[in-house]
């Protein structure tokens, strides 16, 4: 009697076919890996954003109110800290903005209140002083510098105040930022003189 051998079929895997599966699902992976990275930078991007633009609004709610309500400019610095103090004289109040460009905040104070952070992470701070009237055209409302008959800024002849910020974030601990830049125009409506 002769016994045939039976030819079972192949248990597992050939090299090939386990070479393009390891290939296929590592593609996969590294695709959804990137995907992941992507989402999550882009997430954070506008969660920074979301919340630095509040912060900015708040802050030109906040300092815009102090400044169309004060009756005066009484000083004012450019040089590290910067600041803008100005008088409410009807309500016996000072109110100093300033900005720190080594902490990078802006902090508000008001007369018997602490000091009270309003911007953080402020990479750029600035402010403009003009005087009470504009040069008004035909085509264009241009103001002139508050200065005095020197040429030398004056708070005193102080009517509109410009101010802009830029604020940024890091994402993911790399510096692509998110930024948030504001600009404002404010008139001291109680000026007096």
């Given at each position: ?28 992976f ?80 008001e ?59 890091k994402i ?22």
């Amino acid at each position: 009697m002769v016994t045939r051998s039976k030819k079972l079929p192949p248990h597992g895997f050939t090299l090939i076919e386990l070479s393009v599966a390891t290939g296929c699902a590592a593609i996969l992976f590294i695709s959804i890996l990137v995907l992941t990275v992507f989402t999550a930078r882009t997430y954070s991007m506008v969660t920074n954003y979301v919340e630095m633009d509040a912060k900015s609004r708040n802050t030109i709610d906040t300092i815009s109110r102090e400044i169309r309500d004060s009756t005066a400019l009484l000083a004012f610095s450019t040089n590290n800290p910067s600041y803008l103090l100005f008088t409410n004289a009807t309500a016996q109040k000072l109110v100093r903005i300033e900005y720190n460009a080594n902490t990078g905040m802006v902090t508000y104070q008001e007369t018997g209140s602490s000091i009270k952070t309003n911007l953080v992470q402020c990479d750029k701070w600035g402010f403009e002083l003009y005087s009470r009237y504009p040069d008004i055209t035909s085509t264009n409302i241009s103001f002139y510098p508050c200065t005095n008959s020197s040429g030398v800024l004056d708070p005193s002849f102080c009517k509109l105040v410009n101010l802009s910020w830029t604020c940024s974030r890091k994402i993911l601990s790399s510096k692509l930022n998110t930024e948030s830049v504001l600009t404002a125009q404010i008139v001291l409506r109680n000026k007096v003189k």
